[in-house]
């Protein structure tokens, strides 16, 4: 099993660990993180058991599922998560995900984060398409993406089922010839 870290200036990314339940429940747990996704907040036995899946994915040959804890480069603590998963049918291309604790908000670090996933997903993984959905209403999102070098693609209408009800998704792309230009 190949373990992930991946550095940037201001946050790090590595495989999540049992360690992280407590800290990604903050993250998983809180109403403000998840107002966008397509779930209600989890519980700490909800967030044990994905951490748990995210180990157990780490394992797959090939592994497609990377579920990574946001590290705070100067404390060293975890402020989120980030998720790429390669697509079985297209292994050049991946979703990515993310989420940070509401108190990293304002500051850039969404930026961040998304540079520091294209960067894993490019470099270390040699993917050629990296993709993310996000929600109408998540304008953090969307210019964090976009600021990342991420290129708005499109709506894909009634996209995911919430708990609120059906929901649209806007979908943010980059390319890795037209990311290593930048």
Same mark, same amino acid.
């Given at each position: 099993?190949?373990?992930?870290?991946?550095?940037?200036?201001?946050?790090?990314?590595?495989?999540?660990?049992?360690?992280?339940?407590?800290? !990604?429940?903050?993250?998983?747990?809180?109403?403000?993180?998840?107002? #966008?996704?397509?779930?209600?907040?989890?519980?700490? %036995?909800?967030?044990?058991?994905?951490?748990?899946?995210?180990?157990?994915?780490?394992?797959?040959?090939?592994?497609?599922?990377?579920?990574?804890?946001?590290?705070?480069?100067?404390? %060293? *603590?975890?402020?989120?998560?980030?998720?790429?998963?390669?697509?079985?049918?297209?292994? #050049?291309?991946?979703?990515?995900?993310?989420?940070? %604790?509401? *108190?990293?908000? *304002?500051?850039?670090?969404?930026?961040?984060?998304?540079? !520091?996933?294209?960067?894993?997903?490019?470099?270390?993984?040699? !993917?050629?398409?990296?993709?993310?959905?996000?929600?109408?209403?998540?304008?953090?999102?969307?210019?964090?993406?976009?600021?990342? *070098?991420?290129?708005?693609?499109?709506?894909?209408?009634? %996209?995911?089922?919430?708990?609120?009800?059906?929901?649209?998704?806007?979908? #943010?792309?980059?390319?890795?010839?037209?990311?290593?230009?930048?």
């Amino acid at each position: 099993m190949r373990r992930v870290l991946c550095k940037g200036e201001r946050l790090g990314l590595r495989d999540v660990t049992e360690a992280d339940v407590a800290a !990604l429940h903050a993250v998983y747990g809180d109403p403000a993180a998840t107002q #966008h996704t397509p779930f209600t907040p989890r519980d700490l %036995h909800e967030v044990t058991a994905l951490v748990q899946q995210a180990m157990e994915a780490a394992r797959a040959e090939p592994r497609r599922l990377y579920v990574l804890a946001v590290i705070d480069a100067e404390h %060293h *603590g975890v402020i989120g998560v980030a998720r790429l998963r390669i697509e079985a049918d297209h292994p #050049h291309s991946a979703e990515i995900g993310f989420g940070l %604790h509401p *108190g990293q908000w *304002g500051r850039g670090i969404g930026t961040d984060l998304v540079r !520091l996933l294209l960067k894993f997903g490019f470099k270390q993984l040699g !993917l050629h398409r990296i993709w993310g959905a996000r929600s109408p209403a998540n304008l953090p999102a969307q210019l964090a993406m976009l600021t990342a *070098g991420m290129v708005e693609e499109g709506r894909i209408r009634h %996209h995911v089922h919430t708990p609120h009800g059906w929901r649209d998704s806007i979908v #943010h792309s980059a390319l890795e010839d037209e990311w290593t230009e930048r």
